[in-house]
């Protein structure tokens, strides 16, 4: 598949600051991207790139095929932004402010009624259709500003920390939506949620003083990235210190930590590691109560990342 | 493109904010009280208890010049200040609250959207002002005389043209900063300047400020004109709102 979304060697700088310092990603069409990093490291301002809100100092992107340098103008009927606080005019209800959205894209009125509907139930606001939005919640302004984004059917969804203000029901809701949405439209999704990227996304972008660090599948970048553990809860304690100095000599092994009959061991070869483990403990004696391959965060390999990054 | 869509929303805003019964609200009352003030003023000095002897004798009977001069002069104050209060906010307040940024990555040139603006004051002026001089015309027929109708809507045509000039102004203001104080601000430091110039005789000529007296005449039947002064009315507003439209073209959000 092609890519919708190509950023080249972005940059951009505020005075003497540089948001962006050779900014570079791909997002293959239909894909969810979720777009990691720390406060400041870059995110938004790639966002308000994208949608043609802020000019690059230096480099260029590319849109839904749409060069932003050449043919910015056109860029707008095929995304949907959703910015990280939305903003509505607290004058108009939801209705009112899809409608209006609707016939800025020129949809037919009957389309427009009927897509309003549909985007109002699908963010779980149809009850509160009719209100002004100037009393709504802050989950609320966020779920009416997804169903926004949503009004075109557009190829390219843009969503700034689109389930940072929801409440933990709000924010499934979201993230089924979005997952929805895999095949249908590219989405490229910034948070700073780990669990969120982890749930949805199947590619991911770690960013860090407005550079990439590391962009991949989200499984490839857990298999790379993550080191893979081993937990053993097993006595007795003397015995267990034992075995596990033992295996410093194994070419699988990398380290172990003990704490009481806990012992938690890094390898660098999981198959022999499954291999071997359980048979070498079962023969130095240990009374095994609970044994378990730890499943790799990318919270940590985020953290790695960003702190390898702070380093440099 | 997409010029009617955001026009009408801008309507529809100015509506739901009072904004557009506050203008014909206030420019209405001043219609209506200006020629009712010119009239009864002289009575209500000589009903004062104890006024010096001699005093009465020497206040004029007021007539239709006087009803149109209170019109003005009224409604010049007003208009102005309202222009300065309802355009302030236009485009900062969009800025400031987020809203631009969300209509702006829709298809809306950012030239449509300060155009629909523009036109949308215009529209709230041009009503107020019609319904203003309804009024000033009807009690100054009661009290005075009847103006000659297409003279006294041509001053206030010429009235009009005064305040869009302040509306372009405040509206370039509002798009050159990010702040409604700060708009408000800037707009009242170009009133400031624009009436300074107004105080210098050779320049006062070539100023909006010329069009109200122009306005009075006709609707009194003599003979000044201030062609210049209109023209440069009008370069003013396409001058003032031209420029919005290329900085708001060129900025940020």
Known sequence: ?312 | MNFTVVFRKELLEQWRTHKVLIVVAVLFFFGLTSPLLARYTPEMLAAIPNIPAGLSGIIPTPTVADAIGQYVKNLSQFGILLALLMSMGSVAQEKERGTAALILTRPVPRGTFLLAKFAGLALTFAVSLLLAALGCWFYTYLLFEALPWGAFLAQNGLMLLVFLVYVAMTLLCSTLVRSQAGAGGLAFGGLILLAGLGAIPRLAEYLPGQLFSWGVSLSLGAVKTAWPALWICLGLIVLFVGAAILVFQRQEL
């Open chain 1, 1 to 312: 598949m092609m890519n919708s979304i190509i950023v080249k060697d972005l940059v951009k700088t505020y005075g003497s600051v540089r948001a962006l310092d050779g900014l570079n990603l791909q997002v293959e069409g239909g894909h969810i991207f979720g777009f990691m990093g720390p406060n400041g490291a870059g995110k938004t301002t790639t966002m308000r790139i994208l949608t043609g809100l802020a000019k690059p100092t230096r480099g260029g992107a590319q849109v839904a095929g749409i060069d932003l340098a050449r043919d910015g103008r056109d860029l707008t009927r095929h995304i949907g932004y959703l910015p990280e606080e939305p903003a509505f005019y607290p004058w108009m209800t939801p209705v009112e402010f899809l409608d209006y959205l609707g016939r800025l894209y020129g949809l037919q009125s009957k389309i427009r009624s009927q897509r309003g509907r549909e985007l109002l139930e699908l963010v779980k606001l149809d009850d509160s259709g009719r209100r002004r939005i100037g009393g709504f919640s802050r989950g609320m302004r966020q779920r009416l500003g997804i169903a926004a984004a949503m009004v075109n059917q557009p190829e390219v969804l843009l969503l700034d920390e689109p389930a940072s203000a929801l409440d933990p029901s709000g924010r499934k809701e979201v993230l089924d939506l979005i997952e929805s949405l895999r095949g249908r439209c590219t989405v490229l999704m910034s948070t700073h949620i780990l669990a969120d990227v982890e749930r949805v996304c199947d590619v991911v972008g770690i960013v860090a003083h407005g550079k990439m660090i590391v962009q991949s599948e989200r499984q490839a970048l857990l298999d790379k990235y993550a080191l893979p553990m081993f937990e053993i809860e097993a006595g007795p304690e003397e015995i267990l210190k034992r075995w596990s100095d033992s295996l410093h000599g194994q070419s699988w092994f990398t380290s172990a930590e003990l704490t009481g009959n806990k012992a938690r061991l890094a390898v660098s070869d999981v198959r022999l590691a499954k291999q071997e483990l359980l048979p070498g403990a079962l023969r130095f004696g240990l009374e095994i109560e609970r044994y378990e391959e730890l499943k790799p965060s990318l919270e940590d390999i985020f953290l790695r990342l960003v702190a390898g990054e702070e380093v440099k």
